[in-house]
């Protein structure tokens, strides 16, 4: 599976998602969707990450988008780690990493010699059409969701 690049068709999910129900990609279509992956729910960078997206969510609603996060956490993680941190960005669930794959996200990591698989922290731009309009790989934490807010923007003016 070759996984997505800038152009191409955000692969679609249906999903479990915090609160209950189920959150479809394609339903969101018509509005930009800032979709990032995070490792963890209520780890150190993963906290920071969904903080710092929630804080800026106003700016991302004046220019039409939806800001999701995806983890491979239950819906229930979910719901205590937006409860524990006031988070306002939605959250899916990808138990299965089958979304996390289609995105290729879910990659073998390495921490103190020991190989294990995991989710690289990334973000992926959607257009309203569909498409992938910006990726952000191996993200660092601090600056990210106003790079991503910037991007956001930009696309804005040009389509």
Do not use: N
Not at 73 to 92: G, I, N, Q, R
Not at 103 to 108: A, F, K, L, R
Not at 130 to 158: M, N, Y
Request: proline share 6%; hydrophobic share 35%.
């Amino acid at each position: 599976m070759t996984e997505p690049v800038k152009g191409s068709e955000a692969p679609d999910f249906a999903l479990p998602r915090d609160g209950g129900g189920e959150l479809k990609l394609s339903d969101l279509r018509g509005k930009p969707v800032v979709l990032f992956f995070y490792p963890k729910d209520d780890t150190s960078g993963c906290t920071a990450e969904a903080i710092d997206f929630s804080a800026l969510r106003p700016e991302f609603e004046k220019h039409g988008a939806v800001v999701l996060g995806m983890s491979p956490d239950s819906p229930k993680s979910h719901d205590k780690f937006k409860a524990k941190h006031e988070l306002t960005v939605d959250l899916v669930s990808d138990q299965e990493k089958e979304t996390l794959q289609a995105y290729g996200v879910w990659v073998e990591k390495s921490m103190y010699g020991r190989k294990y698989m995991g989710v690289e922290r990334s973000t992926f731009l959607i257009d309203a059409t569909g498409r992938i309009a910006e990726v952000w790989r191996k993200v660092k934490v601090p600056g990210h969701a106003q790079a991503v807010l910037d991007a956001t923007a930009a696309l804005g003016k040009s389509g």
